[in-house]
């Protein structure tokens, strides 16, 4: 399970997380997915109570125990916090169970299930996540994360913004747009990449880290373009459905 170590490991995405820790957690505060429980450690410094929710047993055996029990003020709860009832209305809510679009991982389900405990006031960390997308020419057959710059990828387009969630609202899963898209140069186009930004707090954003929100690189049938011609492009997804619920398509405006 290095996936674990991976994650504690990526300094930028820890250390802008335990600014944005140190900054707001107070009260009781909760981290839903709490993994190795590195983010509930964090906060256990500056809460008074912090209560750490993991879905896998295996998880809490080999990892979250070991690494919590040594906080007095940390609760370690096997649950899944997309259904669980909460007891008790928290003062800050860390989440993060994201993924790119929030497409692969339960961070939506989550948000939403958490929506009926907390109060006007409960701080969310991160706050929110936007996402944007390029078009261009990859050379893949399937949906493939970009990571250390692999698989290549040529942009045509500039990066366009065409969503953007708030962790203090409810979330409708069912996610579809349409975006106009201008072609910079002629040649030939085949992908959609997008990339997703977390908002940690106000002042805190950051772009994908190595175990952060990879760019997703979401293959189309190849299209002859030429510089200045306007594509519309269509996606929808479920957030938290996983990637097979993405679909695409692609026309070119007459
Ligand atoms: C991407 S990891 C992040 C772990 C930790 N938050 C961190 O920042 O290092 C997401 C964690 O959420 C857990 N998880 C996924 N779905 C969950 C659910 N519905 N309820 C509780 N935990 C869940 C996974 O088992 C995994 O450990």
């Not at 170590?5 to 009781?28: C, M, P």
């Not at 962790?167 to 997008?194: A, D, R, V, Y």
């Not at 977390?198 to 299209?223: A, G, H």
Request: proline share 4%; net charge neutral.
């Amino acid at each position: 399970m290095t996936y674990y170590d991976d994650l504690t490991k990526d300094k930028k995405r820890v250390s802008i997380f335990r600014k944005a820790i140190k900054q707001y957690a107070h009260g009781l505060t909760y981290d839903l997915g709490t993994g190795s429980g590195i983010l509930a450690s964090i906060a256990s410094k500056h809460a008074e109570k912090v209560y750490a929710y993991e879905i896998n047993p295996l998880v809490i055996k080999h990892y979250a125990k070991q690494n919590l029990q040594q906080y007095d003020n940390i609760k370690l709860i096997e649950a899944d916090a997309s259904n669980y009832e909460f007891k008790e209305k928290p003062d800050v809510v860390i989440c993060e169970m994201l993924d790119t679009a929030l497409i692969d991982e339960e961070q939506a389900q989550v948000i939403n299930n958490i929506q009926k405990y907390v109060k006007q006031d409960t701080i969310f960390i991160p706050q929110s996540t936007y996402d944007t997308m390029k078009i261009g020419y990859s050379n893949i057959i399937n949906i493939t994360y970009l990571e250390n710059n692999q698989p290549t990828f040529e942009t045509y387009s500039d990066e366009h913004k065409y969503n953007q969630t708030n962790f203090s609202e409810k979330i409708n899963t069912h996610f579809q747009t349409e975006q106009l898209i201008q072609i910079k140069k002629s040649g030939i186009i085949n992908t959609i990449q997008l990339t997703t930004y977390t908002q940690v707090t106000q002042e805190l954003i950051t772009e994908p880290t190595p175990m952060l929100n990879p760019p997703l690189l979401i293959p189309f049938k190849e299209i002859n373009v030429k510089k200045g011609e306007k594509i519309i492009v269509k996606i929808e997804y479920i957030m938290g459905g996983g990637l097979n619920t993405i679909k695409t398509n692609i026309r070119r405006i007459k």
